[in-house]
């Protein structure tokens, strides 16, 4: 199964981001940052980590 990666610069997958949230308590945007490293390069994938991120707290 090929993982979708979010953020490039730092090879962090949706996979990642979503464990970071329902495993490691992640709430907001410098939380995921803090645990994957997503959006700590050029900053690109921010859009997308944030749409992951209300999608994962609305379940």
Not at 20 to 46: F, H, R, Y
Not at 47 to 52: A, K, L, R
Request: charged share 30%.
């Amino acid at each position: 199964m090929e993982e979708n990666i979010i953020c490039n610069c730092m090879s962090v997958s949706e996979h990642e981001i979503v464990h970071a949230i329902e495993k490691q308590d992640a709430v907001t945007l410098q939380d995921i940052e803090d645990i994957t490293g997503a959006m700590s390069g050029c900053g690109s994938c921010t859009e997308e980590v944030e749409d992951i991120l209300q999608r994962e707290l609305e379940k």
